[in-house]
């Protein structure tokens, strides 16, 4: 099973839920829920640290990081982070296929051994857990959804994607896009042009 086939799973369930992803996910999850509630940092690794912020931010809305081993792997730093502020409207989605698909499939540490869970339980993630196939997935998916509980879900999965649409938008688009779709869901403002005025 590919990354993707655990995506769509739970497409009907994320509701109005702000969506943070890097690499081929942001693809796939912008083909299966394509809007401008979703986020797509251009470095990899950041997607974590990137959705903690907006959890912290917006503390009633759900927000999904959705991470790849090597984008976990580059950023192990920001977990004990995560874990310390604890924000319970935070879901991170783990997809381990051992390898740096995006940049020529070279292997992560995964392929030796390295647990991805146990850096996640031993940062201090309180709820984190391995899934084996789709259905379990979402089942844990929505486990954590209804708990409103910081927590991390992971899959191996096999790499590779389905035929997709090209993303129609660069990253800088995306950004201002994003951050207007929070102004109008959120009922507040974010981005003034009186922020963009030279100091007399």
């Not at 051994?113 to 899934?131: F, N, P």
Request: aromatic share 8%; with cysteine; hydrophobic share 40%.
């Amino acid at each position: 099973m590919q990354r993707y086939d655990y995506l769509k799973t739970i497409v009907g369930d994320v509701g109005d839920a702000l969506v943070v992803s890097a690499g081929l996910a942001a693809r796939e999850w912008q083909a299966l829920r394509p809007g401008d509630g979703n986020f797509r940092p251009r470095t990899l690794g950041l997607a974590s640290s990137i959705a903690l912020g907006i959890a912290l931010g917006l503390p009633r809305r759900k927000v999904m990081a959705i991470d790849g081993d090597g984008a976990f792997l580059m950023n192990l730093c920001g977990l004990p982070t995560i874990a310390w502020q604890n924000p319970p409207n935070l879901i991170h989605l783990l997809f381990d296929n051992q390898c740096y698909e995006a940049s020529g499939a070279t292997v992560t540490a995964t392929v030796s051994g390295t647990d991805a869970v146990a850096l996640a339980k031993g940062a201090g993630y309180r709820h984190a857990c391995w899934v084996k196939n789709p259905q379990e997935f979402r089942e844990e998916f929505l486990k954590a959804w209804k708990r409103g509980e910081l927590g991390l879900i992971a899959a191996k999965v096999e790499p590779g994607q389905p035929e997709l649409p090209p993303i129609r938008v660069d990253e800088v688009e995306n950004k201002y896009r994003f951050i207007r779709h929070i102004e109008a869901t959120e009922k507040r403002s974010i981005l003034s042009p009186a922020d963009h005025r030279p100091s007399s």
